[in-house]
Every structure is written in structure tokens, then in C-alpha cells.
């Protein structure tokens, strides 16, 4: 039961009990304990009665009466203006949201909302009208044209030589690792095929083509009298590997350390060789990649979920759930994670707060202004309408205790004592 329904609730005894005492007070002899408790009642029903039309008269007529009363609906602009100044001008102070945002956690506030019945079906709610609109988005050919060259661009990217030379390294550092003798079998099959050789012929090739330091006039003669034999360059690169894969997979810890550093000093000599002949690989491969049928294969999958009614919103959203919580445990068992999350988050609120916070207020105003008189009152309700009840109920509370005191006063001192004296005084 809330506040406003107990003071209701208090109101509607009053009158009651008032109700019944006078029909006692009028039907049978008086005696002092039912004067006290008629007194007592019709005070706490006054109290009642004064407290609910003052709280009534903040946001509406109480009875009809039109003056003083709707007095919320009446300061309506004052209201906003105030509550605007103290949001702009008094919580949004640097100093005050700069200690907030790095005492709180983002992620377990999160996490606790989640974890609430309204948090967790409102987020429900959030991840189907997201991956709705994402979904619509997709369709058309304009956004999907652009999210397939964004696709290709970023796999182009990715620094593929970088992070095989530094796995490769570590994996043959590692003196136990069995990982490496299959990985120097099965580049050994690969390296043994006419293909490969074929491969670093036609990227040699390429390379001496399209080289900026590789003077023009050897570039002219290669093309025309072929004085340079791709085939037999790439002949000896293949026997060169292979012999430095043979004494690999049967190296001692000693040599194998040696031929460690030497496999980092020659990739770093032919870093730029290397670099070149790998990226023109990526480009080709991620060129050949058919992923406008991928993606054209998701938005089909996916058409399910928001075709078939309230079972596909449901099924989504508990994938999309899923997946979320998962992250939400992942980043819950690595502190590292959740703190660089609550980082990321601090940082882009200070931005926003820094730079924005005036539009704040702004935002406040134009939100507030929008309500009609009904939601307006039902807002500030919301906010202090519990101790506006207890208003009430305090009306109730003071009145009765009040009305004993004077009921007290009146039959305990004034009638036998000042009464008497007064007429004394008079009458002699």
C-alpha cells in the first residue's frame, strides 16, 4: 500500500468514525470518554480535511475553488526555470560530475538495472528495436554496398605479417612445442608444390613491376630480353626454405634459439619484400572473398526474426540476451576489461558534460515544456508525491493529538478551575 492510498485511506476512516460517534453522541448519554473520543475524531478529520485541500490545491481545484489553488500549473514557467538553472548551474558543476562518474562502476550499475524485472524487459525491448532498425537499415542496396567495401577495406588492414612473424617466433622459442614440428610438415608439403613456386615467381614478378626504388631502365630491359629469370629466383627461394625447414624440425634447444634470431634478422632485412609480396596475397584473397553472399546469406537468416510475429521478437530477443550476458560475465571475470569499460565511458561522459552540458539544460527545458498540465503533474508526483501523502497523514496525526490537548485543557482546567474564578470575579 503507498503513502496516497494509506492517507486516503486515513481520510476515509475519519469520516467514518466521525460518522459513528455522532450518531452515539446524538442516541445515547454522554460520557467523558466518548467527548474525548468525539473531540479527538472531529480534529483529526479537520487536519485530514485541511492537509488534502492544500496538497489537492498544488496540482488541481480541491471542490471547485478557483482561487489560490492549481498553483504547480499556475508557476508552471518558474518551475522550469528553476529546475533547468539547477541542473545546468548546480549538478553539472565540473567538480561534482567529475567525482560522481569515477565513484560509480557503469558496468555494475548496469549489470544491477539488468537484473531488475523493468531494467531486463526494457532492455529486451531495446535489443529487438536496435536490430530492427539495423536490420531495415541493411536492406538497402546504397547501405549494403558501403558496409561491404567497409568490410573488405578493414581486412585489408589488418597487419597479417606483423602478427604471423610474431607468432611464428614465439611458437619456435618454445622448445616443447609439438605445434611447431606439424606447422614445419605441413609448410613443408606446401612449400614442396609447383604452385608455391609459381606464386613467389608471380609476386616477384609483380614487385620488380610496380617498385618505386627499382631504377626504370632495368624494369625496360627485364621486359623486353627477360635477363631476369623469375622462375629460377624462385626456384632457390623454395630450396632455401625447405633446407631451413629440415634443420627446424630437427635442431637441438641451442640451434634452435640460434635459428631464432636468425629468422627474425632476415624477415626484418626482407620486412619490406616480405610486406609487399604478403599484402598483395591479402589484397587478392579478401578481393576473392564472396562476401556480398555472406551478407546477402545473414539478412536471410535473420528475416525470420521479424517476419514471424511475437515467437521470432522472442527468440531474438533471447539470443541477443545471451550473447550480451555472456560479455557481461566475460568482462565480470576480467577486472582489466570492466575497468577499461568504465573508463571509456567515464571519458565520453566528460566530453559530452564538458562541451555539452549547457544543452543540458536546454534538453530539460524543452522536455518539461512539452508536457501537458495532467503528465506535468504526474512528473513532480513522481518525485515527491510519497511525502506529499505523509503530509496528509501528518495532517491526521497533529489534529488528533492536538484535539486531546485542548479537549484536555477545556475539561480538566478551564471548566473546573477558570470557568468558576472567572464568574467569582464578576459576580462579587
Avoid at 506529499?388 to 488528533?400: H, K, P
Wanted: glycine share 4%; net charge neutral; hydrophobic share 45%.
Amino acid at each position: 500500500m503507498t503513502y496516497r492510498q494509506r492517507a486516503n485511506g486515513i481520510l476515509a476512516l475519519s469520516f467514518l468514525c466521525f460518522f459513528a460517534v455522532f450518531f452515539v453522541w446524538y442516541t445515547h448519554e454522554l460520557t467523558l470518554e466518548v467527548k474525548l473520543i468525539f473531540f479527538v475524531i472531529q480534529s483529526a478529520l479537520i487536519g485530514s480535511i485541511a492537509d488534502w485541500f492544500a496538497v489537492t490545491a498544488l496540482f488541481e481545484k480541491p471542490l471547485g475553488v478557483p482561487y489560490h489553488t492549481e498553483l504547480v500549473h499556475s508557476h508552471r514557467s518558474q518551475i522550469i526555470d528553476g529546475m533547468t538553472r539547477i541542473v545546468s548551474e548546480k549538478l553539472l558543476q565540473p567538480q561534482i560530475w567529475r567525482d560522481k562518474l569515477y565513484s560509480l562502476s557503469f558496468v555494475d550499475k548496469f549489470r544491477a538495472w539488468l537484473n531488475t524485472p523493468e531494467g531486463r524487459e526494457r532492455f529486451r525491448n531495446i535489443l529487438f528495436e536496435g536490430a530492427k532498425q539495423v536490420y531495415a537499415y541493411t536492406h538497402k542496396d546504397e547501405t549494403r554496398d558501403v558496409i561491404i567495401d567497409h568490410i573488405r577495406v578493414y581486412l585489408k588492414r589488418q597487419p597479417l605479417l606483423s602478427f604471423l612473424q610474431d607468432r611464428f617466433i614465439a611458437m619456435l622459442e618454445d622448445k616443447d612445442s609439438e605445434l611447431l614440428n606439424d606447422c614445419i610438415g605441413m609448410l613443408r608439403e606446401c612449400l614442396r608444390t609447383e604452385g608455391f613456386r609459381s606464386l613467389v615467381a608471380a609476386s616477384l614478378s609483380e614487385w620488380l613491376r610496380e617498385s618505386k626504388t627499382t631504377p626504370q631502365v632495368i624494369v625496360m630491359l627485364n621486359r623486353f630480353t627477360g635477363m631476369v629469370d623469375m622462375n629460377k629466383i624462385a626456384a632457390d627461394v623454395q630450396k632455401g626454405l625447405l633446407v631451413w625447414l629440415e634443420r627446424w624440425e630437427h635442431a637441438g634447444a641451442t640451434e634452435r634459439q640460434w635459428l631464432c634470431r636468425k629468422l627474425e634478422m632476415q624477415l626484418y632485412s626482407l620486412n619490406g619484400q616480405l610486406t609487399y609480396t604478403v599484402q598483395s596475397w591479402q589484397d587478392h584473397f579478401v578481393d576473392s572473398l564472396p562476401i556480398e553472399k555472406w551478407f546477402v546469406a545473414t539478412q536471410r537468416t535473420s528475416q525470420s526474426y521479424f517476419t514471424t510475429g511475437p515467437v521470432g521478437k522472442k527468440k531474438l530477443q533471447d539470443l541477443l540476451e545471451a550473447e550480451f550476458m555472456n560479455y557481461l560475465e566475460y568482462c565480470n571475470d576480467h577486472p582489466e576489461i570492466k575497468q577499461w569499460l568504465d573508463e571509456q565511458i567515464r571519458r565520453c561522459a566528460e566530453v559530452i558534460l564538458e562541451h555539452e552540458h549547457a544543452l543540458i539544460g536546454v534538453a530539460v527545458r524543452e522536455v518539461l515544456s512539452g508536457f501537458d498540465k495532467k503528465k506535468f503533474n504526474e512528473f513532480l508526483e513522481s518525485k515527491v508525491g510519497e511525502d506529499l501523502a505523509w503530509i496528509r497523514i501528518n495532517g491526521a496525526i497533529v489534529g488528533s493529538v492536538i484535539g486531546f490537548f485542548v479537549f484536555a485543557l477545556i475539561e480538566w482546567l478551564y471548566v473546573p478551575y477558570v470557568v468558576p474564578a472567572v464568574r467569582a470575579f464578576f459576580l462579587s
